[in-house]
């Protein structure tokens, strides 16, 4: 389990989290949602041991400040908003970044099978600067894929820590996405996304946990968070959940189905 406790971090002299508490379990996709600038990406960043914050992070019964680097690499990935690379590597190489880091080391057949799991069979060879944004976000999705191949093993349940792991997809890409989540976690591993879509987020997650101004405002069920009052207040603008528009072209992304024509 993923339990973070009494959660503070401060940037110079500004608070960007205050004592927020949290948690996830294995087997379930944990959405943390919110409006810009709420603390959601400092939150997962605090979680990963990335932000320095006063409190204590539990994942899987083990402290993370007691844990050595390469032990939390072999139990969870850590897919960033952006992954600038300065060097000419090919997609295959990034994605072996993965293997290097998580418990699978050297199994170089894992490579092909994860850019096959994000729908980029043939691009092993290609570089990666040559690519759209949203091709660079499945490759580093296929690197974290990599790094804990297997949901669970005998350390235990294996995690990913998603920040808005569809920013730049297309719709078909991103239920692609969330559905890589989605089976994950069925199998058995934990998932925490950071997420700004609230339709997937209604689609694929088990957990939510709304966040605003730095401050969790409620944590669980879809059906208990997305709430015309809840979302209300935490956006700071009047939100009807269900209504479509009264006039106009309007697409239903939760009506679409992978492979459907």
């Known amino acids: 389990m993923l339990r973070a406790e009494n959660i503070t971090v401060h940037f110079g002299r500004r608070t960007v989290l205050h004592d927020v508490s949290f948690d996830a ?122 790094q804990v191949w297997e949901p669970i093993s005998e350390a235990g349940p294996h995690w990913l820590f998603l920040d808005e792991p569809v920013s730049a997809l297309d719709i078909a890409h991103q239920l692609q996405v969330m559905k890589i989540a989605r089976d994950f976690a069925n199998a058995g591993g934990g998932v925490v996304a950071v997420m700004h879509d609230l339709n997937l987020t209604a689609m694929f997650a088990d957990q939510i946990a709304l966040i605003s101004d730095g401050r969790i405002v409620a944590q669980s069920t879809p059906d208990e968070i997305l709430t015309n009052d809840l979302l209300s207040r935490a956006y700071n603008c009047a939100v009807q959940v269900n209504t479509p528009p009264p006039s106009g072209t309007y697409i239903l992304p939760q009506m679409a189905t992978m492979g459907a024509h």
């Open 25 to 146: 379990k294995p087997g379930a996709l944990t959405a943390i949602v919110g409006p810009n600038g709420s603390g959601k990406t400092t939150l997962l960043k605090a979680i990963t041991g990335e932000a320095s914050h006063d409190g204590q992070v539990m994942l899987n019964d083990r402290d993370i400040t007691s844990a050595k680097p390469w032990e939390l690499a072999a139990i969870r990935g850590v897919l960033p908003q952006a992954t600038p690379l300065a060097f000419p590597f090919t997609v295959s190489e990034v994605v072996r970044l993965g293997l290097i880091s998580g418990v699978t080391a050297d199994q170089a057949a894992i490579i092909p099978a994860a850019l096959s799991r994000v729908g980029l069979t043939d691009y092993g060879a290609r570089f990666y600067q040559e690519l759209s944004g949203g091709e660079q976000q499945r490759v580093q999705l296929a690197r974290v894929l990599a």
